[in-house]
């Protein structure tokens, strides 16, 4: 049980702190703006940081050749005769102190199609349990990395085949594949299992691009800095550089505060790539991803989200307005976030109570079979205190 009343103190305490920073962060929202004053030409940004290419530095840079200020708006209309695909996924992780040693993972869909029809919901749930799925080399439960990383994967997958049936049905019209966070791969790490699934989310990705489907990555209030780490890198002068990169004043500031200040409602900013180790990979295999910033809010409450996508699509200038103006529609439609990724995790959710009707299930069969699965001693006495 919680004492709340003996963090009293504690609380007064994060509060008149949470304050303070508060007043910080908007006080480096002024000067991060003041730096974004006037900018070099992209051109000229990219021979200038030059030198910190290579070092796995972590900022962006200009992707194309339109000013680090601009910002870009679209029609305040639904778009016309386009389809969104959109994927999410949840899992129940394997429990060594549980009765039954399982995981599960639940990939959900929808498919929502502009031309009046109801849009199409999809799911596809898998379940695990051979010792090769549940232990690793070592014969230790397999680590809840792992199974994010099988679901990762799986989410491309079926992504990629809901994408090439609707691309069957749909030859000619304009088709987005949406992800629920960063479309560029999130594990940096090497190793066996991270690099075979890598290889396979590249697959996805090219098979999409083979299919004539633009996969995206919408990632709601961004926890990044790097074009603040950009904004700070041009404020050095080239002889420092390299030395002084390190000394960045917005460490604890993220890109959305800044862009919240900056971007007027339903505009976007540039489109920006980041020379990291990864997206170098990503671009090997000609799968390179940019991003740029768009506010999906109101006038007075802005809503900042980061949309990644391949390179090789953004030069289609049409289908980037289709999808800036598909992405404020379907944001606006529920407050601030796209209605198709809410609507793709509702299908994907596995709920408490999803969970112990499947775990009944199972103990059931098993019971059938003259098999009794027990708790450790542990789990139970946990299951009778969370009854209190």
């Not at 929202?29 to 910190?52: D, F, K, M, N, T």
């Not at 230790?140 to 069957?168: F, G, H, I, P």
């Not at 409602?265 to 489109?271: E, I, K, N």
Request: charge should be negative; hydrophobic fraction near 40%; proline fraction near 8%.
């Amino acid at each position: 049980m919680l004492h709340i009343e003996c963090l009293q103190t504690e609380i007064e305490a994060w509060s008149a702190f949470a304050q303070h920073k508060q007043e910080q962060f908007t006080e480096k929202v002024e000067v991060a703006h003041g730096y974004l004053q006037s900018p070099p030409p992209p051109v000229e940004i990219r021979a200038r940081l030059a030198p910190l290419l290579g070092r796995d530095w972590t900022g962006a840079l200009p992707a194309t050749e339109a000013p680090l200020d601009a910002s870009f708006s679209a029609p305040a209309r639904p778009p016309d005769d386009v389809t969104l695909i959109a994927v999410d996924g949840s899992q129940i992780f394997p429990d060594r102190h549980a009765a039954i040693l399982y995981y599960l993972i639940q990939v959900g869909a929808i498919v929502f199609r502009y031309n009046g029809q109801t849009p199409i919901p999809h799911s596809r749930p898998a379940l695990y349990y051979q010792d090769s799925d549940l232990f690793d080399a070592q014969g230790y439960v397999v680590s809840a990395e792992k199974v994010n990383l099988r679901r990762l994967t799986q989410e491309m997958a079926y992504l990629c085949e809901l994408a090439t049936d609707e691309r069957r049905a749909a030859p000619t019209t304009p088709l987005f594949a949406l992800t629920d966070g960063p479309l560029l791969w999130a594990y940096p790490e090497r190793g066996q299992d991270i690099e075979r699934a890598f290889q396979a989310y590249l697959e996805a990705l090219g098979a999409l691009q083979q299919t004539g489907v633009i996969p995206v990555g919408y990632v709601d209030r961004p926890g990044g800095r790097a074009f603040l780490e950009l904004l700070w890198a041009l404020h050095l002068a080239p002889e420092e550089l390299v030395e002084r990169i390190g000394e960045n004043p917005f460490q604890q500031l993220r890109d959305y505060r800044l862009m919240e200040r900056r971007l007027p409602p339903g505009a976007r900013t540039a489109w920006f790539t980041r020379p990291t180790t990864i997206n170098r990979r990503h671009s090997e295999a000609g799968q390179e991803i940019w991003f740029c910033y768009l506010n999906v809010g109101e006038a007075g409450h802005p809503v900042i989200a980061r949309v990644e996508a391949p390179a090789w699509a953004i030069p289609n200038e049409s289908a980037m307005l289709t999808l800036h103006t598909a992405l404020l529609h379907q944001a606006r439609v529920l407050n601030g976030y796209p209605y198709v990724l809410a609507r793709a995790h509702e299908e994907a959710l596995v709920t408490t109570l999803d969970k112990k009707a499947l775990e009944d299930v199972l103990q059931r069969q098993l019971m059938e079979k003259g098999l009794v699965p027990q708790m450790s001693e542990k789990a139970r006495q946990k299951a009778y205190l969370g009854k209190r």
